[in-house]
């Protein structure tokens, strides 16, 4: 029970959200239903606080959103519409539509080799791994986050997983 209740501290999840981490980290399908019908969570609340966060990556019109509240976050419809009420969609502008015109000249580009290194921050209980400035990220000073500077295949190749939010 403390682990959802720490999850649904530092990230946003939906009911169904929350038992497939706490599956991950390794409970039971039984102990993760128990502890999501149990930890007292405020689902149109946690819906509202992703809502917000998808905003601040992109603008997704009220339509977009809601859709990928559901389907790539596994809220409720209800609970998806709920969020998507909280964002004012008046300053969204939906992206240009390109031009149809002839077809572009493919030209090769070299490779770039990857010489750059970021800041990542991992989350050892989950195994995803996050920009620092990712809006997932709510408490820092919790010992299941860890700092990390280097390249991202690196990552990759240890075994962690990008976040869906801030996609690094």
């Known amino acids: 029970m403390q682990k959802a209740l720490q999850f649904i501290e530092n990230l946003d999840k939906s ?15 039984e102990e993760a239903v128990y502890a999501a019908d149990n930890c007292n969570a405020d689902w149109n609340q946690e819906a ?7 905003m601040d990556v992109k603008d997704f019109s009220k339509e977009e959103l809601i859709k990928q509240l559901i389907d790539g976050d596994g809220y409720t419809k209800e609970q998806a519409e709920y969020g998507a009420s909280t964002i004012d969609f008046s300053n969204f502008e939906p992206a240009p ?23 990542y921050w991992i989350n050892t209980d989950s195994g995803k791994f996050h920009y ?24 990759i190749s240890q075994g962690y997983d990008p976040c869906g939010v801030c996609d690094p």
Not at 48 to 54: K, L
Not at 97 to 119: F, R, W
């Open 48 to 54: 509202a606080e992703s809502a917000r966060g998808y």
């Open 15 to 29: 009911y169904t959200g929350l038992i497939e981490i706490l599956e991950f980290v390794g409970y039971s399908h």
């Open 97 to 119: 539509i390109p031009q149809t015109e002839a077809p572009a000249v493919q030209v090769e580009q070299p490779a770039i080799p990857n010489v750059s290194s970021h800041e």
């Open 132 to 155: 620092s400035d990712c809006r997932t990220i709510k408490n820092r000073e919790d010992p299941h986050w860890e700092t990390y500077h280097g390249d991202r295949a690196d990552l």
